[in-house]
Every structure is written in structure tokens, then in C-alpha cells.
């Protein structure tokens, strides 16, 4: 991703990471990454961490700008994108205690990230995760088509061209498919539950 | 109960929030009504939740990759300056590079009519024919140096740049074809010049079949490459023909 993606819009974004997904996020994971190992080993010198907290800024700010919450008039892509790598890395170190006096400075942005983060894990439910339990028991097309779709928030258009199919009508049935074996696999298992 | 198609897109739409104020209500309505379209509504909010892990887990492994390739580039430039701060290195250096040409040359011998060498001896830089002067719009601005770059053959720039467009104009899509073709993103390359090539109205159609026969060689897919070289040859006032006839695929 260039670098004049600082100065995109957040429904831009939006869109190129519908149309383009996985090759939009992967080209930003790779435009910021030395500079944000720069940056963070000015707190932390393991290089681990810090390239753990820029995968996980990285992918957290992918689905912020998919939910369409992403606002570019408050910050741009780069800053927004330190800032959540920064938050991670000091809660990071938090919990392994490496450093003892972690002050996270005030930043407006931080209470996104925050109520992101809890938003998260509250939707980790028990339904949840027997759901993605059944749903590794899909074949690998069926998971790679629903991911794509409710994940990655694919438009059907990219969606074709990723998997090949014909056209959107495919696209449908092959979902309608998916989903009756899903949840046909998901009430099994509450059952034998 | 089946779900209809139309009920289908009507719910993912609603999962997307795209629809409009009217239409969610209407729909919200008939969900208050009809448990089975509220069901296939709960279904579908919990396979987003679900499928999340997995879509993750995905994406850290391309990070992982890009990492890889990142550290890689990082360590052969420090190498490269180590090397060239030695001196002594320099017979088995020059050892070295007459071993590369004398295996080169071998491998040009014997293998000149692999896919890969049938593309090197007929690809030829398709000429910039668009790149516009005006510099009204952003947008053009940003074609122009797109296609600036890829015709100094820097195609990492011109990928950038490609990228920053949305839509590409018809007519430049067969430069950010060929600037992944020369990028090595076969799999992107062939996508797009099979948007050029089976666009009538494009045109470079005819430049766009050229060079998808030639992707497809040097992606080593010789069937498909047959398949799109017949086609040419199979119209005989095609621009480019004569390319096409020179060009032996046994």
C-alpha cells in the first residue's frame, strides 16, 4: 500500500480493504513495520513483542476501518495505526510485567481501542466457540468462502475473483450451501453437548 | 425453511449496515414476524463472530510471511555492505560470477525452449500511450506517475500508485497488468489482462491477449497459453499477428 494511504479517507479504506482485502491489509502491515520496530524497541527491546503488538495493531485497525469506525479527520492511518500498536505493546508488557511503570499517556485514541477490545472478547461467547468448532469440520472451501464474506467483508465481486466462481448467483447458493452444513454440524454438537 | 436468495442479500446487507433507513425498518418488521428469517439473521451474526478467529489466525500467518521476506531483504543488504567493505573476497567473487555465466549459458542452451525463456525472447515493454500531461484531477495525476513508473520499468512505485485507484480507467489497466506481470504477481497479472483482453470496448483488448499469452508462458500454464495464442492466430488481421506467428508453442 502506498504511502499516500496516511492521507485516505476511513470509507476509502473501507472500500479498498472490501475490494482488495487481504492484499490491502498485508501491503500496510508491510509499509509501517520496520518503523514501528524502531519505534517500539524505544520501549521494549524485545523484537518479538513488538512485532507481536504490530500484528495485532494491525489486524485490530483492519477490522476497525471494516466496521466503519475508522474516522481519518481525527488522526491519519499511520498515527492511528502506532498509536493501537503502542496501546497493545504496553498492555503487553503489563501482563508480563517487564516493565512495572507503564503509563499509557492520554490519547483520545485509546479509549477506541479499549471498548474495541472488551467489545471483542464479550463476543466471545459459548455459542461462539462451538460454532467455529463445527465450523472447522467444513470443507476448507466452505471456510475459506465464509470467511471471506463475514470476516474479511468481501464484496461479492472480489469474492469472485478470489474463488473462481462464475457469478454472483454461484456465489449465493454455494453460501446457502455452507451455511445449512454449518448449522447442521452446529445443532449436532449442541446435542451431543 | 430454504432461505430465497433475495432474503439472503437482504440480510447480509443488513449485517453490513448498508441498508437504507426504510428498507431496515421494513425489514426489522417482517423479522418481529417471521422467526425463520430471524433465525437465518441469528445464524448469520453468529457465524461473523465465529468465523473471526479463523480469519485472524489467516492474516497472522501472511504477516508472519511478510516478515520473513522483510527480515530477508533487511539481511542480504547488510551482507552486501559487509561484502563490499572486503576486498579479499574479491577472486571468489569474480570465481563465483564466471561459474554463474558458464551455468547461465548452459541453461540457456539446453533449456531455450522452456515457457519462462519462449516469454523472455517475446515480451517487449508495451509503449506508454496514455500517460496524460493534463494535470487537472488528482486521480490523473496519480495514473500519470503510475504509468510514468512503469514505463522506467519501476514497478514497485507503479504498484503503488495502481493501487491508489479506484477504479482503474480502462485503458490504463493493461499497464498495471503488465506492471505485475513484471512484479511477479502471476496470479494478479493473468486476472487483469483477462479483464483487458475479454473487454471489447478496452482499447488495448488486443495488446491485453498478447501479453495474457505471454503471462500464462511465464507462469509455466503452456494449455492456456496455446488456447489464447490460437485465438490470435486464429484472426489474421489482429495487431498482433505477426508476434503471434513468430512465436512457436509446439
Known amino acids: 500500500m502506498p504511502e499516500h494511504s496516511n492521507q485516505l479517507k476511513g470509507s476509502q479504506l473501507q472500500n479498498r480493504f472490501r475490494k482488495e482485502g487481504m492484499k490491502a491489509v498485508v501491503a500496510l502491515y508491510k509499509q509501517y513495520r520496520n518503523e514501528f520496530c524502531q519505534f517500539g524497541q524505544r520501549y521494549c527491546s524485545s523484537k518479538e513483542l513488538v512485532l507481536e503488538s504490530w500484528h495485532d495493531a494491525v489486524l485490530d485497525f483492519y477490522e476497525i476501518v471494516l466496521a466503519g469506525k475508522f474516522d481519518a479527520k481525527k488522526s491519519g492511518v499511520k498515527t492511528f495505526l502506532f498509536t493501537i500498536g503502542k496501546y497493545k505493546l504496553f498492555t503487553k508488557l503489563k501482563k508480563e510485567h517487564r516493565n512495572q511503570i507503564v503509563i499509557l499517556e492520554k490519547d483520545s485514541n485509546f479509549s477506541l481501542i479499549d471498548n474495541w477490545s472488551n467489545n471483542q472478547q464479550e463476543h466471545s461467547t459459548e455459542q461462539a466457540e462451538q460454532l467455529q468448532k463445527a465450523l472447522k469440520k467444513l470443507g476448507e472451501r466452505c471456510q475459506q468462502l465464509l470467511t471471506l464474506f463475514y470476516y474479511h467483508d468481501y464484496s461479492v465481486e472480489a469474492i469472485i475473483q478470489n474463488m473462481g466462481y462464475k457469478n454472483k448467483e454461484v456465489v449465493y447458493s454455494h453460501k446457502s450451501r455452507c451455511i445449512r452444513q454449518l448449522k447442521e454440524l452446529f445443532e449436532k454438537s449442541a446435542l451431543i453437548k | ?250
Open chain 2, 1 to 250: 425453511m430454504e432461505l430465497n436468495p433475495e432474503d439472503d442479500q437482504l440480510l447480509d446487507s443488513y449485517l453490513k449496515e448498508e441498508l437504507p433507513q426504510v428498507a431496515r425498518e421494513k425489514l426489522q418488521k417482517r423479522l418481529a414476524q417471521e422467526p425463520v428469517l430471524a433465525e437465518a439473521l441469528s445464524m448469520r451474526q453468529l457465524i461473523s463472530k465465529g468465523v473471526k478467529p479463523l480469519g485472524r489466525q489467516h492474516l497472522k500467518k501472511l504477516f508472519q510471511e511478510a516478515d520473513k521476506e522483510l527480515d530477508a531483504s533487511t539481511n542480504s543488504t547488510s551482507i552486501n555492505l559487509l561484502q563490499s567493505s572486503k576486498p579479499s573476497l574479491f577472486p571468489w567473487l569474480a570465481a563465483a560470477s564466471i561459474a554463474i555465466l558458464l551455468g547461465l549459458a548452459i541453461w540457456w542452451t539446453l533449456d531455450s525452449s522452456t515457457p519462462n525463456r519462449l516469454y523472455l525472447a517475446h515480451y517487449e515493454p508495451f509503449p506508454n500511450l496514455i500517460a496524460p500531461i493534463d494535470k487537472g484531477g488528482s486521480n490523473e495525476d496519480v495514473l500519470a506517475e503510475a504509468v510514468q513508473a512503469y514505463e522506467r520499468a519501476d514497478y514497485a512505485t507503479a504498484t503503488q500508485k495502481f493501487e491508489l485507484l479506484e477504479p482503474i480507467e480502462k485503458d490504463a489497466r493493461i499497464y498495471y497488468g503488465l506492471t505485475l506481470l513484471q512484479s511477479n504477481q502471476m496470479k494478479e497479472a493473468i486476472a487483469e489482462l483477462t479483464l483487458v483482453a475479454s473487454d471489447k470496448d478496452n482499447r488495448f483488448q488486443q495488446a491485453g491477449e498478447w501479453y495474457l499469452v505471454l503471462a500464462y508462458l511465464k507462469n509455466k500454464e503452456v494449455a492456456a497459453a496455446k488456447i489464447a495464442h490460437q485465438k490470435i492466430l486464429a484472426t489474421p488481421n489482429h495487431r498482433y499477428f505477426g508476434k503471434a506467428k513468430e512465436l512457436v508453442l509446439d
